[in-house]
């Protein structure tokens, strides 16, 4: 029973920066595919950092402008994002799937029932 809470976002405008968290709690074991996913109005579910088996992956949407990070002694996800735009708008999501993530259209997905997921905070980028 992993739990997952995300924490850190916020409303700042264009070109700013923020850094949001995960934090787990519960049983842990590793995940085939674990890192961040966001959701806009209207918009599917899309995984903007991820990692799986070893490597790091980006959206080619927020390539060069985000990070993601761990702490292994907090068991904390983080994700760093710079130099921020009105389109990446939405709830930012956490997660951790067993089961790989796949890649399409420049983004990443991972099925909702084969993952477990935050809560969710919103992160909102002005013009």
């Known amino acids: 029973q992993v739990q997952l809470v995300e924490s850190g976002g916020g409303s700042v405008q264009a070109g700013g920066s923020l850094r949001v968290s995960c934090a787990a709690s519960?049983?842990?074991?590793?995940?085939?595919?674990m890192g961040w996913f966001r959701q806009a109005p209207g918009k599917e579910r899309e995984g903007v950092a991820v990692?799986?088996?070893?490597?790091?992956y980006y959206a080619d949407s927020v390539k060069g402008r985000f990070t993601i990070s761990r702490d292994n002694a907090r068991n904390t996800l983080y994700l760093q994002m710079n130099d921020l735009k009105p389109e990446d708008t939405a709830m930012y999501y956490c997660?951790?799937?067993?089961?790989?993530?796949?890649?399409?259209?420049?983004?990443?997905?991972?099925?909702?029932?084969?993952?477990?997921w935050g809560q969710g905070t919103q992160v909102t980028v002005s013009s």
């Open positions: 519960g049983y842990t074991y590793r995940s085939y595919c």
């Open positions: 990692i799986d088996g070893g490597g790091v």
């Open positions: 997660a951790a799937g067993w089961t790989s993530c796949y890649f399409r259209s420049g983004s990443w997905y991972l099925p909702e029932k084969l993952a477990v």
